[in-house]
């Protein structure tokens, strides 16, 4: 090789390494009020299982998801609290969708899927994934202890932020995070 290679190659790599040492943006302190004040940022790491299974018997990967802001809520068929915000994740949805933002659900552990989908048309959800997790090993790899418990992941499938508990998605303090979160 000859220098000029070299040197060309020398800075694509700094140029690389600095890329991958550059830690994510920051959820901004000042977004995080209201409902949103329960959220707590992480120090971006990439999960380790990502596979779960569709509502039509496939797996699907978090990966599918790649490029989008996606807001990543584990629930049950039995939890009070995720029964009461999930018209409030699909309002998220309703709004955010198209700007690059998906909300993504996996239920945690065995449900039938006739109850499934039964609180689907309870809560009034008609387009949010109906997924699960059946094993709970994507949760386990998450830290998930409780429910509902809800996972940012930034466009490039890191985790940077989690919520326990209820939320209410579709509160204004929760747009603007999340319109902070799309922008970066």
């Known amino acids: 090789m000859d220098r000029l290679m070299l040197r060309k190659t020398a ?3 700094y140029g690389l390494t600095l890329a991958l040492a550059t830690p994510a943006a920051a959820l901004d302190p000042a977004l995080l009020t209201g409902t949103m004040a329960k959220m707590a940022p992480v ?12 509502a039509d018997g496939s797996i699907g990967d978090l990966s599918d998801y790649a490029g989008e802001v996606v807001v990543l809520n584990f629930w049950a068929t039995w939890c ?3 029964r009461a915000e999930m ?7 309703d709004e955010l969708g198209d700007d690059g933002l998906e909300v993504v659900t996996l ?10 989908a039964r609180f689907w048309a309870d809560t009034g959800v008609t387009t949010l994934p109906l997924h699960l997790d059946a094993r709970s090993e994507v949760a386990r790899g998450m830290g998930v202890k409780g429910l509902p418990h809800t996972v940012l992941l930034d466009r490039e499938g890191r985790v940077v932020a989690e ?21 970066e």
Do not use: K
């Not at 239920?107 to 499934?116: C, I, K, Q, V, Y």
């Not at 998605?169 to 922008?183: G, V």
């Open 11 to 13: 800075l694509a790599l």
């Open 43 to 54: 120090d971006p790491y990439t999960p380790s299982i990502t596979a779960y299974t569709q």
């Open 80 to 82: 009070a609290p995720c």
């Open 87 to 93: 018209p409030s994740l699909q309002a998220l949805q």
């Open 107 to 116: 239920a945690f552990g065995r449900h039938n899927p006739e109850a499934m």
């Open 163 to 183: 919520l326990v508990g209820e939320a209410d998605w579709a509160a204004p303090e929760t747009l603007a995070l999340m319109r902070a979160l799309l922008e």
